[in-house]
């Protein structure tokens, strides 16, 4: 499948655009990591940006609509299972095993984190942002109090990095994609 192929298959089942805004933002942390890894950029970025094709129409049953959804789309199992790894333990009991999921495992919260930091910077960008003005907020429980920083950092930890390597590297990441995530601010 194309990218312009899954973008139509999550508009069918999406029209959030703080949804886009976030698959875009998994899409480009993917795409960042594969690139690290010496990976597969396109399919790591696919499975960043249908990570969450069913969200929308099924909140309290995420993940579970998901296999039927990229299934009929053509998916095969491997690629079906890497976008259900990253609820596990959350919603759904399906562990990350290859560092490809371990990376959507890790990055999935932490980009939403690091979007509630730049929003409240006086640039309200990514683009000047660095891992201690994130490191900063990680403290503060009242600080984007939905995003899950145990599930962060235990994907830090299935990764073998630091907190703070990971932080760094997923910024770097956003920055690629500022303009389409909404977080290039006003630099």
Same mark, same amino acid.
């Given at each position: 499948?194309?990218?312009?192929?899954?973008?139509?298959?999550?508009?069918?089942?999406?029209?959030?655009?703080?949804?886009?805004?976030?698959?875009?933002?998994?899409?480009?942390?993917?795409?960042?990591?594969?690139? @690290?890894? &010496?990976?597969?950029?396109?399919?790591?970025?696919?499975?960043?940006?249908?990570?969450?094709?069913?969200?929308?129409?099924?909140?309290?049953?995420?993940?579970?609509?998901?296999?039927?959804?990229?299934?009929?789309?053509?998916?095969?199992?491997?690629?079906?299972?890497?976008?259900?790894?990253?609820?596990? &333990?959350?919603?759904?009991?399906?562990?990350?095993?290859?560092?490809?999921?371990? %990376?959507?495992?890790?990055?999935?919260?932490?980009?939403?984190?690091?979007?509630?930091?730049?929003?409240?910077?006086?640039?309200?960008?990514?683009?000047?942002?660095? %891992? @201690?003005?994130?490191? @900063?907020?990680?403290?503060?429980?009242?600080?984007?109090?939905?995003?899950?920083?145990?599930?962060?950092?235990?994907?830090?930890?299935?990764? &073998?990095?630091?907190?703070?390597?990971?932080?760094?590297?997923?910024?770097?990441?956003?920055?690629?994609?500022?303009?389409?995530? &909404?977080?290039?601010?006003?630099?």
């Amino acid at each position: 499948m194309t990218r312009e192929q899954a973008v139509v298959l999550w508009r069918q089942w999406n029209s959030d655009e703080s949804l886009w805004r976030h698959a875009l933002s998994v899409e480009a942390a993917m795409r960042h990591f594969a690139r @690290k890894y &010496g990976e597969d950029e396109e399919y790591w970025g696919l499975v960043g940006l249908l990570h969450d094709v069913d969200y929308e129409k099924y909140p309290e049953e995420h993940l579970r609509h998901a296999r039927e959804i990229l299934g009929s789309a053509g998916f095969d199992d491997a690629f079906i299972h890497s976008v259900e790894s990253h609820g596990w &333990g959350i919603c759904i009991d399906v562990e990350p095993t290859h560092v490809m999921e371990k %990376v959507l495992f890790a990055t999935d919260e932490l980009t939403g984190f690091i979007a509630a930091c730049a929003y409240v910077r006086p640039s309200r960008s990514v683009l000047d942002m660095e %891992v @201690k003005s994130v490191k @900063k907020k990680w403290g503060s429980a009242a600080f984007a109090a939905g995003v899950r920083r145990n599930i962060i950092e235990q994907g830090a930890q299935m990764l &073998g990095i630091p907190l703070e390597e990971l932080i760094g590297e997923t910024i770097l990441a956003l920055r690629e994609a500022a303009a389409e995530t &909404g977080l290039k601010g006003n630099l």
